[in-house]
C-alpha cells in the first residue's frame, strides 16, 4: 500500500496525477474523432506544428495556451489553402506546414538563454513540473473543448461517418474539419507540459485507438478511452516515480502497451 | 422536380458525361441505367450537388430549395461500418439535416426513427452494431435513415448491390411505395431487369443519355446495345 500513498505526499506528484488524469479525459474526447476520421497524421502534425506559437508565448511571457491557438488556426488555415493553390496532395502540403512551423518554434528558441533545458522540455515534457495554474489551465480546456464537441457532435458524427450525405444536406463538412485540427492545437498544449510535443499525439490517440478496438458506440468508445488513459497515464506516473525514468515517455509506453493488450484480446474474440 | 440541362461532366481529358438533360418527378420511380464508368453516379452526385462546378446545369422546381429535401444514399461499400454505431444509431443520422445546429433529437424524432426502422424491417436490431450485420441489413438501414430524413427527392447509389434476393424485393417494394406517396425516387444501378420491373422511367447512360422514358419506349434492343456494348470498344469509338 504504501507503493501508492508514499508518492502522493509531495505536492507536484498530485499536480502531476490530476493533470494526467485530466488530459486523459480531454484526449479521449478529441481522440475519438482523430481515429474515427483518419486524422492521426494531421494531428501528429498539429502537435508539431503548434511548436512555434508555444515558444513565442513562452519567449515573450504571454499565455502558452494563446500562442498555440494562434498557430493551430494558421496551420489549420495554411494546410488547406497550401493544398488548394498548389493542387498537391492533402499529405504533401501537411509535411511542408509541419516540418516548416516546428523548425520555426526551433529557431525561436535557440535564441533563448536556456535553450538546451527548455527545448527538451517542450520536446519531452514533465508531468512533474505541473503547476497550479497549468491545472486551472487545463481544466478550463477541457471544459471548453468537451463543450464545443458535445454541441456539434451530431453534426460530426454524420460528417464522419459518410461525408457525402453530410454535404449532401449541407453540412459544411470542411469547416467542421478546420474546426476538430484548431481543438487538436489546443489539446497538443496540455500534452506538451506532460510528454512533449513529439510524443504528444500518442495521449491523443493511443487510448482512443484502443477503446476503437473494444467499443461499440460512440459514448463507449470515448468513456473506454477516457478509462484506458487514465489507468495508462497513472500506471506510467507510478512507475516512473519508482524506476527513475523520463515520465512522460514512460505514460506513452504504458499506453502503447495497453493498445497491444487491447489488440491481443480482441483477437481472441 | 428535378432534373439537369446540358451537363457536361470531364475528369480531366476523360468525359464522364456529355450535353445530358434529363428530368426526374415527383411521384416517380427512375433508375439511371448503365455499365461501369458509364456517368451514372457523376449524374446522381450533380444532382444531389456534390459536384459544386456543375451546379448550374442543375435544375429545381419552384419551391423546392434543394439541400432540405433530399436524401441521399450513398453506395454501401463507400462506409466504414466498423463505425462505432448502432443500428439506431445509424438511422437517426437522417435527422441531422432536419435538426440543425445545437438541436437535440426529441420524442419526434425518435417515433420518426423508430417508425423507419420498422418499415424496413431491421427494429429489433436497433441495438446491434452496425458491422454485425449482413449486406442486406445494412441496405435496410441507410433506408431508414434516408427514411427518417422525410425528403421529397430519394437519391440512391446501386442500392442493389451487395444485396440478397429477399432484400432486393424488400426494397424495391419500399421504394415504389414512396414514389406512390408523391415522392420522387431515382436510384443508379446496372441491374436492367429489376429497373424495368419496378420503375415508371428509364434513363440509359453511357457517357451521354441515350434513351429517356417508360420502360416500354425505352427497352429495346437497339437501345439496350447502344448502352451495353460501346463500353468495350472503349473511348474513341464511343465519341465517334
Known amino acids: ?269 | 422536380m428535378l432534373g439537369v440541362e446540358n451537363l457536361t461532366v470531364k475528369y480531366g481529358p476523360q468525359t464522364a458525361l456529355e450535353n445530358a438533360s434529363v428530368r426526374f418527378e415527383a411521384g416517380s420511380f427512375s433508375a439511371i441505367i448503365g455499365p461501369n464508368g458509364a456517368g451514372k453516379s457523376t449524374l446522381l452526385k450533380t444532382l444531389v450537388g456534390l459536384l459544386p462546378d456543375h451546379a448550374d446545369a442543375v435544375r429545381f422546381d419552384e419551391g423546392h430549395s434543394a439541400r432540405s429535401c433530399i436524401s441521399y444514399v450513398p453506395q454501401q461499400q463507400t462506409l466504414d461500418w466498423a463505425f462505432p454505431v448502432t443500428v439506431w444509431d445509424a438511422a437517426m443520422m437522417g435527422r441531422t439535416g432536419r435538426l440543425g445546429w445545437l438541436r437535440w433529437p426529441g420524442r419526434k424524432d425518435r417515433q420518426i426513427v423508430e417508425d423507419a426502422l420498422k418499415e424496413t424491417g431491421v427494429f429489433d436490431l436497433r441495438s446491434r452494431h452496425i458491422g454485425a450485420l449482413s449486406g442486406g441489413q445494412r441496405q435496410r438501414v441507410l433506408l431508414a435513415r434516408m427514411l427518417a430524413r422525410q425528403g421529397h427527392l430519394l437519391l440512391l447509389d446501386e442500392p442493389l448491390t451487395g444485396v440478397d434476393a429477399a432484400t432486393q424485393e424488400t426494397l424495391m417494394g419500399l421504394l415504389r411505395r414512396q414514389a406512390d406517396r408523391g415522392r420522387a425516387v431515382v436510384m443508379v444501378t446496372h441491374d436492367l431487369e429489376q429497373a424495368r420491373r419496378w420503375c415508371d422511367h428509364l434513363v440509359l447512360v453511357n457517357r451521354r443519355v441515350i434513351a429517356d422514358g417508360t420502360p416500354e419506349q425505352v427497352y429495346t434492343t437497339q437501345n439496350i446495345e447502344a448502352t451495353f456494348s460501346t463500353s468495350f470498344l472503349g473511348h474513341t469509338h464511343a465519341e465517334a
Open chain 1, 1 to 269: 500500500m504504501h507503493l501508492l500513498t508514499d508518492p502522493l505526499q509531495f505536492a507536484f506528484f498530485n499536480r502531476a496525477l490530476i493533470a494526467v488524469i485530466l488530459v486523459s479525459v480531454l484526449c479521449a474526447l478529441v481522440g475519438a474523432w482523430v481515429v474515427l476520421r483518419g486524422l492521426s497524421y494531421i494531428g501528429d502534425a498539429m502537435s508539431h506544428a503548434v511548436f512555434p506559437g508555444i515558444v513565442g508565448a513562452f519567449l515573450m511571457q504571454g499565455n502558452l495556451l494563446v500562442g498555440a491557438l494562434i498557430a493551430a488556426v494558421l496551420t489549420a488555415l495554411g494546410i488547406g489553402a497550401i493544398g488548394r493553390r498548389s493542387g498537391l496532395k492533402q499529405d504533401s502540403a501537411i509535411g511542408i506546414v509541419f516540418v516548416g512551423m516546428f523548425a520555426l518554434g526551433v529557431v525561436m528558441l535557440s535564441r533563448a538563454p536556456t535553450f538546451t533545458t527548455d527545448l527538451s522540455n517542450f520536446l519531452i515534457g514533465n508531468p512533474l513540473g505541473v503547476t497550479p495554474a497549468d491545472l486551472w489551465g487545463a481544466l478550463a480546456v477541457t471544459v471548453v473543448v468537451g463543450g464545443i464537441l458535445t454541441a456539434i457532435q451530431k453534426e460530426l458524427l454524420l460528417a464522419s461517418f459518410d461525408p457525402t450525405e453530410a454535404r449532401a444536406v449541407g453540412l459544411p463538412v470542411r469547416r467542421l474539419e478546420s474546426l476538430l485540427l484548431i481543438l487538436i492545437g489546443l489539446v497538443v498544449v496540455l500534452t506538451v507540459q506532460l510528454v512533449g510535443t513529439t510524443l504528444s499525439v500518442s495521449l491523443l490517440i493511443t487510448s482512443s485507438a484502443a477503446a476503437r478496438l473494444l467499443a461499440r458506440s460512440l459514448k463507449k468508445m470515448m468513456l473506454l478511452a477516457a478509462l484506458l488513459g487514465t489507468v495508462g497515464g497513472v500506471t506510467g506516473l507510478y512507475l516512473s516515480y519508482y524506476a527513475n525514468t523520463a515520465p512522460g515517455a514512460t505514460i506513452v509506453l504504458v499506453n502503447t502497451a495497453i493498445f497491444l493488450l487491447a489488440l491481443a484480446l480482441r483477437r481472441r474474440e
